[in-house]
């Protein structure tokens, strides 16, 4: 129901001083991939009762539009909602918003989608809470991907992310759920979300309700049927730790720095074999080192050692 900007008229946006649609959208497809697969829509639906009525909190403010740039505020998440109607082009987006919200609370409906057809009839859809109101779900595992049969009708894993530091655990057999705590070790580590500085919500108020500081993430069954997955334990702020962009073999060698044994490192010093070095805990790194981006630590012997 929301007009979405018109192609090709519209596009490509033309910025701020132009018709408000971001410079960087060329398309109204990289409108519509923005709207309802790599921004909004990858936190929630548009369309929820939530997001297509507007709260009573934002009576008071004088338009639609600036409803909505105050909505788009609300809790931990609105510097990421104000982030993803800036990518889109703010002044554009609002108005869009701002008018599907308007003709919504004038009565206006989509149409109404066909019943459910032939064997669409045989599906039968059982959803559970089985978190807390103020958690949310990142992801769950149910099995091993490589051999799906894995844990069949088992206990099913969810991760929190950065609302919750516990694992919710439900068994889809019994309809149980129950929660497994992932404390962190250093107790001083920060939390993952911003816990100030946000707008209040119409819901929550001014509390912060994303307590995690272990930011569960990626549950996997492997072959054995042992859940694992990612959670922080300690911050990150080491205070002697420091990002050397480059240096030469021989500094890495005086200073000690365990990027190699000092033999293999004095090999390539003597050789004049540059070595890069760079984090693997992020798959996609390997593709930026092979394209050539500059990521890490680039450690070669510089130009006067050589001559
Ligand atoms: C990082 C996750 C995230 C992204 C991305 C995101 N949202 Fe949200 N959104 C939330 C959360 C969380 C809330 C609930 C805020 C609260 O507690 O009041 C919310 C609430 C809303 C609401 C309801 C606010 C109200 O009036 O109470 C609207 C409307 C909305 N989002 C629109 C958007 C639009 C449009 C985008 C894309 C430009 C977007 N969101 C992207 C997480 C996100």
Not at 110 to 139: C, F, M, S
Not at 213 to 233: E, L, S, Y
Request: charged share 25%; hydrophobic share 35%; net charge negative.
């Amino acid at each position: 129901m929301a007009r979405i900007p018109p192609a090709p008229s519209e596009f490509p946006g033309t910025g701020v001083n132009g018709n408000g649609i971001n410079e960087n959208i060329k398309t109204q497809e990289q409108w519509l991939r923005l709207m309802k697969t790599d921004s909004c829509e990858s936190c929630h639906q548009i369309g929820s009762k939530g997001t297509r009525e507007i709260p009573a909190l934002f009576n008071s403010l004088p338009t639609s539009v600036a409803k909505w740039e105050r909505r788009i505020q609300s809790g931990q998440a609105g510097t990421a909602m104000t982030g993803g109607i800036n990518a889109l082009g703010t002044r554009r987006a609002l108005a869009m918003f701002a008018d599907w919200t308007d003709r919504i609370a004038a009565g206006e409906v989509p149409p109404a989608p066909p019943r459910p057809q032939g064997i669409e009839r045989n599906v039968v859809i059982t959803q559970w809470d089985w978190a807390d109101p103020k958690a949310y779900l990142h992801d769950e595992i149910a099995t091993d991907r490589r051999n799906p049969t894995l844990n069949a009708n088992g206990r099913i894993y969810g991760a929190a992310e950065i609302s919750a530091d516990y694992l919710p655990v439900l068994d889809p057999v019994t309809h149980t759920a129950h929660r497994v705590p992932v404390p962190v070790r250093d107790p001083n580590t920060p939390y993952a979300a911003p816990m100030q500085g946000f707008q209040a919500s119409a819901y929550w108020g001014s509390e912060a309700i994303w307590t995690s500081k272990g930011n569960v993430h990626n549950p996997m069954f492997d072959q054995k049927g042992r859940v694992w997955f990612t959670t922080r334990i300690r911050g990150n702020d080491n205070p002697d730790a420091a990002f050397l962009p480059e240096l030469t073999h021989r500094e890495a060698l005086e200073r000690g720095l365990k990027v190699m044994d000092s033999t293999a490192l004095s090999l390539c010093m003597d050789n004049a074999l540059p070595i890069h070095v760079f984090g693997l805990d992020d798959e996609r790194n390997i593709g930026r080192v092979v394209r050539g981006e500059r990521i890490g630590t680039i450690i070669s012997t510089g130009r006067e050692e050589e001559e």
